[in-house]
């Protein structure tokens, strides 16, 4: 396996931000990930898919990680009449080709998901969701290495301590993932969880698998920039949870602010609201700006500079607590 000194890592983030890395690696495999933590043990490391959901702000004086382990199989046979179906997928696939994969086949359980950008390794970490689904609702197990031990560790769905957009792995950054084994269903009833789907099936009586990721595909496609074309790193801020006093409050002021009751009591609104109702909605200072149909997501009209994302993140921030007395708290990671 070959070391990469000072290499940019401009093309491995989304937003496009320029980072030198000290040393740069690729693994292709395992037995090759468990050397480049021993060859380099000294080192400060960070492990990078798809790029999808971090940007840079300075030099990485360290080991960047960026592994090509792919494979993927299925661990129930196909000619099973079993409702259940296993599926270990390694960690460097492409999340959305395997989202794919499943409907095409008519393994339910990740049609909600799809056209997210990154790999699957990245998934648990971020426990990604959209239009009411969450990927913790169906992995059953993520395999990983422990990043000072080098030691294999396998992780069950309640040991993955799963959030909202958080987990283990995204909190404590000591394991690599590996793969991930995924419990879906052969059967697939369509539920309705999200206004926008609901309204892009509304003219289908029975929606199919495919009916759905077709659907998501348009909704994302029509909202979303495409990250390729314009730099992004999709939904900036997570959406916040709230008192039911402070949603009484606002809802004076504001009688359409989205509120979505939690199980602890708390409630659950939209940042995408707050920013759009604090004047930010398709504002740009200098080359970085709100996406004009969804003010959620911060793109980079030109920027090289990971500094002005983060000025420009602040400047958002602070409005929306100065106007509503809310916190927002970045989804995407900053280094």
């Not at 989202?99 to 790999?119: D, H, K, M, Q, W």
């Not at 006093?245 to 199980?263: I, M, T």
């Not at 080359?287 to 993140?313: K, R």
Request: aromatic share 10%.
């Amino acid at each position: 396996m070959d070391y990469y000194r000072q290499t940019q890592l401009k093309n491995y983030n989304s937003f496009r931000t320029e980072a030198i890395a000290k040393i740069f690696c690729q693994p292709q495999n395992v037995e090759d990930l468990r050397k480049c933590l021993t060859d380099h043990s000294q080192e400060k490391k960070l492990i990078i898919g798809g790029g999808c959901n971090l940007f840079f702000t300075k030099d990485f004086d360290g080991l960047v990680i960026h592994p090509q382990i792919k494979g993927l199989r299925e661990i129930s046979d196909e000619e099973d009449e079993d409702e259940d179906v296993f599926i270990e997928v390694n960690a460097s696939e492409n999340w959305d080709e395997f989202v794919a994969y499943c409907v095409e086949r008519g393994f339910a359980g990740l049609e909600n998901l799809s056209l997210i950008p990154g790999t699957v390794g990245a998934a648990p970490v971020q426990n990604i969701g959209a239009y009411g689904a969450e990927v913790k609702d169906v992995i059953k197990e993520v395999v990983a290495i422990d990043i000072e031990t080098g030691e294999g560790i396998s992780f069950s769905n309640i040991e993955c301590e799963f959030g909202y957009r958080d987990s283990i792995f995204k909190r404590t950054n000591k394991y690599i993932i590996i793969s991930v084994v995924f419990h879906l269903k052969r059967t697939f009833v369509y539920s309705p969880k999200y206004f926008d789907l609901n309204k892009e099936l509304e003219d289908i009586h029975e929606p199919t698998i495919e009916n759905v990721r077709e659907a998501v595909i348009r909704v994302r496609t029509r909202k979303l920039p495409d990250e390729k074309v314009l730099p992004n790193a999709g939904s900036f801020f997570k959406n916040p949870y709230i008192e039911q006093s402070k949603v009484e409050e606002l809802s004076r002021a504001y009688p359409n602010l989205p509120a979505y009751p939690q199980k602890n009591g708390l409630v659950k609104t939209s940042a995408a609201f707050l920013i759009d109702n604090a004047g930010y909605k398709g504002k740009c200072i200098g080359n970085i700006g709100t996406y004009p149909n969804q003010p959620l997501i911060i793109v980079n009209y030109g920027s090289s500079d990971g500094n002005d994302i983060v000025n420009f993140m602040r400047e958002v921030q602070n409005e929306v607590k100065n106007r509503f007395g809310i916190e927002l708290e970045p989804e995407v990671r900053i280094f």
